[in-house]
T-cell receptor, first 116, second 112 residues
Framework: GAVVSQHPSWVICKSGTSVKIECRSL??????MFWYRQFPKQSLMLMAT?????????EQGVEKDKFLINHASLTLSTLTVTSAHPEDSSFYIC????????????FGDGTRLSIL | GENVEQHPSTLSVQEGDSAVIKCTYS??????FPWYKQELGKGPQLIID?????GEKKDQRIAVTLNKTAKHFSLHITETQPEDSAVYFC???????????FGTGTRLTIIP
């Protein structure tokens, strides 16, 4: 079945540093990838929709300069949390959909980001 | 935009019994309804989905029903097992819109 790989699974870093999270579709090509943020015991909050070769579309209230998204190929999207602060600590999850199909979204296993 | 409500927020079921989780949606243009299971520390995993041209779909112990008129859909898990314990999310999407709108989640606990 469709597999989405996310790396790293867990990262701890100091306040002020930038952190990059990778999302790869391993066995299919994804025109569209999505980035979500999830707080403890809450639902998934869509941050942005990323289309290969074009700029990401951010949801209202999400700072595009804080959360940089790049979708350079049909199998890779990256989320960079710039100048991270403790309030950016969260569980970040990506998902992907197959090119030109009616296939569902498949999710990665998430990245737990802790900013000290 | 679409709004999806999910009930109950927590559900405890004796092992072997059935569990039912219900969702309602607001956008009549929505035509795709997946259900995801999320285990602790992991991403959501698709367990079953249904499109608006059918009223019911079954996969072994899991079934989903859809009532388009009432704009609600439900997840049914029969013969529950301890490994069914997780958080379950419903979602909705309409044709031409890439985004899924998620429900608030149901924490299902199977009591051995």
């Amino acid at each position: 079945g469709a597999v989405v790989s996310q790396h790293p699974s867990w990262v701890i870093c100091k306040s002020g540093t930038s952190v990059k999270i990778e999302c790869r579709s391993l066995d299919f090509q994804a025109t569209t990838m999505f980035w979500y943020r999830q707080f403890p015991k809450q639902s998934l909050m869509l941050m942005a929709t990323s289309n290969e070769g074009s700029k990401a579309t951010y949801e209202q209230g999400v700072e595009k300069d804080k959360f940089l998204i790049n979708h350079a190929s049909l199998t890779l999207s990256t989320l960079t949390v710039t100048s991270a602060h403790p309030e950016d600590s969260s569980f970040y999850i990506c998902s992907a959909r197959k090119v030109y199909s009616n296939q569902p979204q498949h999710f990665g296993d998430g990245t737990r980001l802790s900013i000290l | 935009g679409e709004n999806v409500e999910q009930h109950p927020s927590t559900l405890s079921v004796q092992e072997g019994d059935s569990a039912v989780i219900k969702c309602t949606y607001s956008d009549s243009a929505s035509n795709y309804f997946p259900w995801y299971k999320q285990e602790l520390g992991k991403g959501p995993q698709l367990i079953i989905d249904i499109r608006s041209n059918v009223g019911e779909k079954k996969d072994q112990r899991i079934a989903v029903t859809l009532n388009k008129t009432a704009k609600h859909f439900s997840l049914h898990i029969t013969e529950t097992q301890p490994e069914d314990s997780a958080v379950y999310f419903c979602a909705a999407r309409n044709f031409g819109n890439e985004k899924l709108t998620f429900g608030t989640g149901t924490r299902l606990t199977i009591i051995p």
